[in-house]
């Protein structure tokens, strides 16, 4: 019954060597966000999608990008990774922003490792 | 901007004791949101408040929002090594914008059986 999915839980990658983390759901939902969350710190957003349309936070790094090619799936691409993009990254969803406390569900993160 | 400060930080507390969380806010809040989190996994709702003096409980855990909507407080009643993990109280970072949670840096919770 998983309804948000992220696949690897857990990623190694080389110190600028791109990588693709990716989110899945099954909640049929129209918003998905992209976290951040760093050792012992809470979760920052990073950017979300509503449908199609993409929001980037103002603070959000160029080196992350997004990609959603349709309503199930979401990609987080890392361009050139720094040893300080070494976190955990979380996708969540939640049904729309038309209303607001719109709960959002999500999944399992996935830990990135930078050598 | 808003911030959401959590206390204590971390709490150590005996099998069967009771325990309280809670969740400050520097401006009114209009969604609160708690969540735990696992070591090393994703976010698990427990429950969201609206309405100031709004009161939710689900199995042990009972969640309060304050009148002035500024103060939130999550109570874990006979508290089980099952609760320990990371408590995180959320809120939204806009009023009528859903979507962009603020989060608070969390309070870890262990349980000695």
């Known amino acids: 019954d998983a309804m948000v999915i992220q696949n690897p839980r857990y990623q190694v990658t080389q110190f600028g060597k791109p990588v693709t983390l990716s989110c899945s759901q099954t909640?049929?939902?129209?918003?998905m966000y992209w976290y951040q969350q760093k050792s012992s710190q809470a979760p920052k957003l990073l950017f979300h999608?509503?449908?199609?349309?993409?929001?980037n936070e103002a603070d959000t790094p160029d080196n992350f990008q997004s990609r959603r090619p349709n309503t199930s799936f979401c990609f987080l691409d890392i361009r050139s990774p720094g040893l300080g993009d070494a976190a955990m990254y979380l996708c969540a969803t939640s049904l729309s922003l038309a209303e607001k406390e719109e709960t959002q569900y999500f999944g399992p993160g996935t830990r990135l490792l930078v050598l | 901007s808003q911030e959401l400060e959590q206390s204590p930080q971390s709490l150590i507390v005996q099998e069967g004791k009771n325990l309280t969380i809670n969740c400050t806010s520097s401006?009114?809040?209009?969604?609160l949101y708690w969540y735990k989190q696992k070591y090393g996994e994703g976010l698990i709702f427990l429950m969201m408040l609206q309405k100031g003096g709004e009161e939710k409980s689900h199995e042990k855990i009972t969640a309060k929002l304050d009148e002035k909507k500024q103060q939130s407080s999550l109570h874990i009643t006979a508290s089980q090594p099952s609760h320990a993990g990371i408590y995180l109280c959320g809120a939204d970072a806009m009023y009528n914008q859903g979507g962009k949670l603020i989060f608070g840096q969390g309070t870890e919770l262990s349980v000695k059986p």
């Open positions: 909640l049929n939902h129209n918003v």
């Open positions: 999608y509503y449908d199609k349309d993409f929001n």
């Open positions: 401006k009114t809040l209009y969604g």
